[in-house]
């Protein structure tokens, strides 16, 4: 059986030094490769000690921590499927994934064993432990008792590493599969795209980077851990983003990732200049339209170009802008802002038209893609995987847009009824789902508009029953009461009635434009 177990391939970059720091936090704390290496096989002896069933699921609820890194390491390396959740996920939402998943373990905040060990116990899950983001918790004094020494478990290319739980634009949302392969081959591509060095650079170490985001996403968990891993980079780790201190990190790394609203709040900083960034290699922008403004603002003020890629939950890195160090890659060397780059090496990326014919360049459809990284379906739904795929094999991203002369991609839109704030996925028909509950409401529509920070955030507009008084605050209070905070809309309107077309489908485009001025 050939070896594809994603951790060994990580941990085979480890650098051979293994005394030297390979994750440093933001509060100092220093941690060697070594300690990647011991703490992930305890954690992973203790997963194995438990006697789950082969391809068990360990969905997890914690704070970023370099733990919950290690966390998801020792995941892959047991051989069991990571499943990681927003921390910002409140109880309703966490019922329905664990219930979908059906995990065997799951890991909360201590904050939180109360509320979900008893949704957990209740769906069927055998063994709940806590993690906090200060080293406590019930999972480290368990793995705490274990060996130090691990053999990674062998996985073929085509078992499952993750399920990334994602929505389309109906119904509840759905797990997407990814593999080992799927994600190792994604990460090699990478290191070699965007020119990843081990050794050398201004910080005489070759790559550092400035680990900023979320480690619930493919954006935070994959690509920049990966990236990072992969390349025996160390990591300047953020609990929390935090423009100041970000930009205060810049004259000791080499990389930074970002979702456009980091970028569009460094901006606003003072300290950002030539100077604070003048040893960084690249920025790396993606999970939501990054505005030219920003683009062009963040090259006047850094005199660096942003690289802007392109992604889904289910497929990982799909394009990107070029890096121009390795000609074998860059057919042409400009990152050009407003593009999401070129299909990376191994991707299949064509433009298809509404009857299922290619466009011609230049001209918009539908984004279907093809390739190594593009995730093996839906988790316990196989009519929905099968409606997303093509006869030959291609995913329908449900993204629109167009591929030029050059090859360049460039997204316009979203046939998908998906609001992105902040890097964040909403979707209204989720969010209209509940306000339709609520008393004294006949109907609502959830629209996504122009926001200077988050780039666009959601507005509902709500047409009360008759005789009632709704009161858009309250609507946005119940709301808050039952959802992720970033999903409630940022304004609430009780109208008299919806714009409609003559079949009587709600127009959201001409509600998108009436309130598109209101940020
Ligand atoms: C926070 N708030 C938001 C968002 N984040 N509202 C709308 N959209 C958001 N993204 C609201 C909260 O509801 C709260 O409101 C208030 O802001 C403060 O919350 P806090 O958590 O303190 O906010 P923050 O720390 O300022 O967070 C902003 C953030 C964060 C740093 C931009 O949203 C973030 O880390 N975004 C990155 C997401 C990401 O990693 N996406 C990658 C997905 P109130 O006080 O009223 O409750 S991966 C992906 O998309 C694909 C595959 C790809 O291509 O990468
Ligand atoms: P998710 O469901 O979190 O995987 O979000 C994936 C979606 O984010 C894609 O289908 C795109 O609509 C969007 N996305 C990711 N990167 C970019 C980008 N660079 N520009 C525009 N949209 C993006």
């Not at 968990?221 to 990072?228: D, N, T, Y």
């Not at 009519?383 to 329908?396: M, P, S, V």
């Not at 839109?413 to 209209?432: F, H, M, Q, T």
């Not at 959830?446 to 926001?451: A, C, D, E, M, R």
Request: overall charge neutral; charged content about 20%; proline content about 5%.
């Amino acid at each position: 059986m050939t070896h594809s177990n994603l951790f060994s391939a990580l941990r085979a970059a480890f650098p051979a030094d293994l005394s030297s720091i390979a994750v440093e936090t933001d509060e100092g704390l220093l941690y060697s490769w070594q300690d990647l290496d011991r703490a992930t096989a305890m954690m992973a002896n203790l997963l194995q000690s438990l006697d789950l069933p082969e391809g068990s699921r360990v969905a997890v609820q914690v704070e970023k921590s370099v733990e919950a890194m290690m966390l998801y390491l020792a995941t892959l390396r047991a051989g069991y499927v990571f499943l990681p959740l927003n921390t910002a996920y409140q109880s309703a939402e966490i019922e329905y994934f664990i219930g979908n998943a059906e995990p065997a373990v799951v890991v909360c905040s201590p904050a939180n064993f109360g509320w979900v060990s008893k949704i957990a116990f209740k769906a069927g899950t055998q063994h709940v432990f806590t993690l906090g983001d200060d080293r406590t918790g019930s999972l480290l004094e368990r793995a705490a008792h274990h060996s130090d020494q691990h053999k990674p478990v062998p996985c073929q290319a085509d078992d499952l590493a993750a399920i990334l739980y994602t929505s389309g634009t109906t119904g509840r949302s759905k797990g997407a599969m990814l593999t080992h392969g799927n994600m190792l081959s994604n990460a090699v591509t990478l290191k070699d795209y965007w020119g990843w060095t081990a050794t050398g650079g201004p910080t005489g170490q070759g790559d550092v980077l400035i680990h900023a985001l979320p480690i619930f996403h493919v954006h935070g968990l994959f690509v920049a851990i990966h990236g990072a891993l992969i390349n025996g980079s160390k990591m300047i780790w953020m609990a929390k983003f935090e423009p100041k201190r970000a930009i205060a990190h810049m004259s000791r790394a080499t990389v930074f990732m970002g979702v456009p609203t980091l970028y569009v709040r460094m901006l606003a900083e003072p300290t950002l200049n030539k100077e604070a960034v003048k040893n960084m290699r690249l920025f790396i922008a993606g999970s939501a339209p990054l505005l030219i403004e920003t683009f062009t603002e963040w090259q006047q003020r850094t005199g660096h170009t942003i690289l802007e890629r392109y992604g889904m939950s289910e497929t990982a890195m799909l394009t990107s802008n070029p890096y121009a160090a390795d000609k074998r890659y860059a057919k042409q060397s400009e990152r050009r802002g407003g593009t999401v780059g070129f299909p990376l090496p191994g991707v299949s990326l064509r433009v298809r038209g509404d009857d299922g014919q290619d466009m011609p360049l230049g001209e918009i459809g539908g984004i279907q893609v093809k390739g190594p990284n593009v995730f093996k379906g839906y988790w316990r739904m196989p009519e929905k995987t099968a409606e997303e795929f093509t006869a030959d094999g291609f995913f329908k991203t449900g993204d629109v847009g167009k591929v030029d002369e050059r090859g360049y991609v460039t997204i316009v839109g979203r046939s998908k009824d998906l609001i992105i704030s902040g890097g964040y996925n909403v979707y209204p028909a989720e969010i209209e789902g509940y306000i339709n509950e609520m008393p004294g409401v006949t109907e609502s529509a959830v629209i996504g508009v122009p926001h200077p920070d988050f780039g666009e955030v959601g507005v509902a507009v709500v047409i009360a029953k008759p005789g009632a008084n709704l009161k858009p605050e309250a609507i946005l209070a119940d709301l808050k009461a039952k959802l992720a905070n970033f999903k409630i809309p940022k304004r609430c309107f009780v109208v008299a009635e919806l714009p409609r077309n003559t079949m009587g489908k709600v127009q959201k485009n001409l509600l998108r434009e009436q309130y598109k001025n209101l940020f």
